[in-house]
Nanobody
Framework: QVQLVESGGGLVQPGGSLRLSCAAS????????IGWFRQAPGKEREGILC????????SYSDSAKGRFTISRDNAKNTVYLQMNSLKPEGAAVYYC????????????????WGQGTQVTVSS
């Protein structure tokens, strides 16, 4: 059974940092690209970053450029999203997602999704 479980969300002040984790199970993690997305209330889901199986990084959006980084630990079947200098508009549910393949897919071509973790950015 494929599972992606996000954690690490919470309340943070503007300008603060959070590190989200995505723990994967039920599939051969090493062969999958893992992406992070977010969805704010009333807005469409937005792709952020992807790490391919070889840790090549694909950025889906300019909104997080220079502030968010993605990393993966294949030994732990976990991908991380480090978020720095968070802005109020960064408040959203953050999801991780997976697709098997060498390269990060286009945002609409992921196979598996987690349930999400809430990030609130407020003073």
């Amino acid at each position: 059974q494929v599972q992606l479980v996000e954690s690490g969300g919470g309340l943070v002040q503007p300008g603060g940092s959070l590190r989200l984790s995505c723990a994967a199970s039920g599939f051969a993690f090493y062969y999958y690209s893992i992406g992070w997305f977010r969805q704010a209330p009333g807005k469409e889901r937005e792709g952020i970053l992807c790490s391919s199986k070889s840790s090549d990084i694909t950025s889906y959006s300019d909104s997080a450029k220079g502030r968010f980084t993605i990393s993966r630990d294949n030994a732990k079947n976990t991908v991380y999203l480090q978020m720095n200098s968070l802005k109020p508009e960064g408040a959203a549910v953050y999801y991780c997602t997976a697709r098997r393949g060498w390269l990060c897919p286009t945002p609409n071509n992921y196979d598996y999704w987690g349930q999400g973790t809430q990030v609130t950015v407020s003073s």
